[in-house]
């Protein structure tokens, strides 16, 4: 279920603001019936109509985006930076990112238009496992390593298990380069991770999301999914979402 003026501005009919001024208007109507209220929530059974007129959804399209480091997950920035949507300038259709990667990590990260995929993929019962590769500030111990596998406490609760690998140490440079498989997908989780055992994450890439990586693009390339991969990424979070209930 979404908001009535999301469903009219992705249909690209008009902007937000103005979709909420068609509404309360009373040039909306949904299965037939006026609806004035900014809250309505329709589903893509529910047939919209703007000034009599059906509304055309949007064809679904999905791409995988290297976000580099130094943009924003998010389709405006009110300060003006970068943001994932400018690696998009011939793409009609309103997409958005799937979650979100922070300002300073790069990474792969899922764009789309099709706000129900969106939502099976974030759900947090069918979150995908994702692979970070983190530099850190100082050589973190086994033991502490081993505490990131089990899961640690952080303020907003334990984390679940994680994968832990080191793929290289810089005893000069007291730096080290781990791999951290998480299934969850908090705010800034992995910084957070190694902050809690004392080490400062000072450069962050999401690798792979699910069974997709990053191969043969670099930062700021994009592709568009198959349809194959859409439909196994929609199936992967389904499986997870089961294996959980
Ligand atoms: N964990 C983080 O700390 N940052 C990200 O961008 C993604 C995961």
Do not use: W
């Not at 909420?20 to 059974?45: A, H």
């Not at 859409?230 to 089961?242: D, I, N, Y």
């Amino acid at each position: 279920m979404e908001r009535l003026q999301k469903v009219i501005a992705r249909a690209g009919i008009a902007s937000r603001r103005k979709a909420e001024e068609l509404i309360t208007g009373g040039k909306v109507k949904v299965n037939g019936q006026i609806v004035k209220e900014l809250g309505t929530k329709v589903s893509s059974s529910d047939k919209v109509e703007v000034n009599e007129i059906p509304i055309q959804k949007e064809i679904p399209v999905y791409f995988l985006l290297y976000k580099p480091r130094g943009v924003i997950s998010s389709v405006l920035d009110d300060k003006g930076r970068k943001v994932v949507t400018d690696f998009f300038p011939n793409i009609k259709e309103r997409i958005y990112p799937v979650g979100r990667l922070d300002y300073d990590t790069s990474g792969l990260i899922i764009m789309t238009n099709d706000g129900e995929f969106a939502n099976v993929l974030m759900h947090p019962r069918g979150e995908i496992e994702k692979v970070y590769v983190a530099k850190t500030k100082g050589i973190p111990s086994k033991e502490n390593l081993r505490k990131l596998e089990k899961g640690i406490m952080l303020d907003d609760g334990k984390t679940a298990p994680a994968k832990v690998k080191v793929l290289s140490m810089d005893n000069k440079k007291q730096t080290a380069i781990i791999e951290i498989t998480i299934h969850e997908g908090r705010n800034r989780q992995v910084r957070r991770m190694f902050e809690a055992i004392g080490h400062e994450v000072l450069k962050l890439k999401r690798e792979r999301y699910g069974f997709l990586t990053l191969g043969g693009l670099t930062a700021g390339d994009a592709r568009e999914l198959t349809p194959h991969e859409v439909k196994q990424l929609r199936a992967l979070a389904m499986e997870t979402h089961q294996k959980k209930s």
